[in-house]
RNA sequence: GGUGACUUGGCCGAGUGGUUAGGCACCGGUCUGCAAAACCGUAGACAGCGGUUCGAAUCCGCUAGUCACCUCCA
């Protein structure tokens, strides 16, 4: 079998996964902001990472997934040009910006769950850490890539870029950025329009606050992931994740500021998982384009012609490799709630067959080929192809056109279990036993025989009249030859 | 304007210089009292135009279209 191999956006080719100091992988994801309800870019970050979260500790590897709230410092593209997003939100509902904070934060997590999601080893606030932040400026300050003006401090960019090369990350070159980065508000304080803040005099209006050397402000827009990854996962660590939109300026300032702290590389492989696009156009609260999970599962935006479960989004998600583009449509969201039934549905299979004394199939094949194309750069579509092909044998050797040794079954119902559960992260939507729903399975159970009789009878209006009253109720009766089955939809 | 990427069958979406990705839909079949569900099966594609090659959807060039980043963003 192959080894693990990481598309590696610093090098731009995919590289053997091999970390720093083995066993233990260290792993940063920039998380999001919560100043809004989740959407389904959102859940693709998640899921992405969940995934190499997942498979490296399925591989034996120890590792600390640390991943962000930002509930402070980023600035906003509008009228109010230097306020605050969580400080914008909060003067709006007239409520503690800690209180917006904590109310998103909290329906963020109840998304992540629902979405099967693990929660990081850690997950540090921005706000519960600018002593640090300050201290990461006063490194940089002191090794003479910052500058005060005014009370902010900004990262000198091209003192930075004559000693190391910022843009290597994002493939940016210097003269260019003259050139194209637009007219913010405290350009006039820069020595130079692409120099980034590090610490932000805040305005009197501006509530959230914290006292340095230099003002009384916040601290800046990059800074945090710095702060907190160094903190957690040292100096140098092994995976940094996040957005493609975050590859500039976002994940190169990053870069410049850890340098220019400590002058070592922070992070061995960066990752980006591509965007989920709406009609072709990228899903962004900026475009005001964006389905929140919420609506996602109840269906309540305009947009979707039905709700969908939290493990469809997931399987939607997992269908196209992390890198590429995802647009997003009805049709496609009801093609994996159909596929993702049958790949279950197969498992569920797969515990009543009937094994022999050889195998036709070759489960070594499958197994092996599958777990290529995940140490591939996690190629989750096809693996999945490679799960569909086990579902395949599955149902071929239910109706005998194949055989499977007892030895093989268990090796395969292994293999899916682990694939599909445990690596892929889905889990089993119905399988919520509470008495309710023991109850309602006896008494459907107790109906369906009542017609099982009638047509053994052949009282086929009476049959008739219970399938049909039983199916106006959302249960699908599949008529088998043993009997029935039943499903509540 | 600069940089990067994309264009695959009805829809979604992988991939590679020569062999069926896969899912959904459609159509055909098995099962059924009839259905449904389930399962099985067939068919269908690589934006256009040139070039390299024994052979290209896969490499190169041009054309058209789309997107992303350059501004907070997953």
């Known amino acids: 079998m192959s080894q693990l191999n990481i598309y590696n956006t610093l090098t731009r080719k995919k590289e053997k ?8 992988v ?37 590792v600390r997934y640390v991943s962000n709230i930002t509930d402070v410092g980023h600035l906003e593209n509008d009228a109010d040009e ?47 850490h600018i002593p640090e932040q300050i201290e990461l400026v006063e490194k940089i300050f002191e090794n003479g890539y910052a500058y ?22 994002s493939g940016r070159k210097i003269e260019e950025l003259y050139e194209t980065t637009r007219k913010l508000e405290g350009q006039q304080e820069k020595r130079n329009s692409f120099d980034f803040a590090l610490w932000k005099k805040a305005d009197e209006k501006h509530l959230m606050r914290w006292n340095s050397k230099w003002s009384n402000g916040y601290p800046g827009w990059h800074l945090e992931c710095s702060a907190m990854g160094m903190k957690y996962l040292g100096k ?16 190169e300032s990053e870069i410049a500021q850890s340098v220019a702290a400590y002058g070592s590389e922070p992070v061995k492989y960066w990752m980006h998982n591509n965007l989920i696009t709406i009609n072709g156009q990228k899903m962004s609260k900026s ?17 979707l012609k039905k709700e969908y479960s939290p493990m469809t989004v997931r399987f939607f998600i997992l269908q196209a490799h992390y890198r590429s583009p995802l647009d997003f449509s009805n049709d496609a969201l009801l093609a994996a709630e159909k596929g993702l039934q049958r790949l279950i549905a197969a498992l569920e299979t797969s515990e009543k067959l009937k094994t022999s004394e050889k195998s036709t199939v070759d489960i070594k094949k499958i197994i092996n080929s599958a777990f290529d194309a995940l140490n591939d750069d996690f190629n989750t579509p096809i693996f999945i192809s490679f799960l569909f092909e086990a579902v395949k044998m599955i149902n071929f050797i239910r109706i005998g056109n194949e055989t499977i040794t007892q030895f093989d079954l268990e090796e395969l119902k292994k293999f899916l279990n682990a694939s599909v559960f445990e690596i892929l992260g889905f889990k089993n939507e119905k399988s919520s036993d509470t008495d309710n729903l023991k109850l309602s399975s006896d008494l459907i159970n107790l109906i369906l025989n009542i017609r099982l009789d009638a047509k053994k009878n052949k009282d086929f209006a009476t049959s008739d009249l219970i399938r049909n009253k039983l199916t106006e109720l959302g249960i699908v009766i599949k008529d088998t030859k043993e009997g029935f089955e039943w499903d509540i939809n």
């Not at 792993?27 to 979260?53: E, K, S």
């Open 236 to 251: 140098q660590f092994d995976i940094h994740g996040g957005g493609i939109d975050l590859q500039f300026p976002h994940h």
């Open 17 to 24: 996964f091999e970390p720093i100091n083995p066993p233990f």
């Open 287 to 303: 475009l005001n384009n964006f389905i929140t999970l919420y609506e996602l599962f109840s269906g309540e935006n305009s947009l």
């Open 26 to 62: 260290g792993m940063y994801v920039c998380g999001p902001t919560v100043y809004g309800d989740a959407h389904l870019g959102h859940a693709r970050a998640a899921i992405t990472f969940d995934i190499v979260y997942r498979y490296l500790k399925y591989l034996g590897f120890k």
């Open 148 to 169: 005060e003006s005014n009370g902010s401090v900004y990262f000198d960019v091209l003192k930075y870029n004559k000693d190391h090369n910022y843009g290597k990350l």
């Open 82 to 128: 230097g306020e605050d997003k969580i400080q914008k939100k909060a003067r709006l509902e007239e409520v503690e910006p800690m209180e917006v904070v904590q109310h998103f934060t909290i329906r963020y997590h109840d998304n992540m769950a629902r979405l099967n999601v693990i929660r990081p080893s850690i997950e540090p606030h921005a706000s519960g």
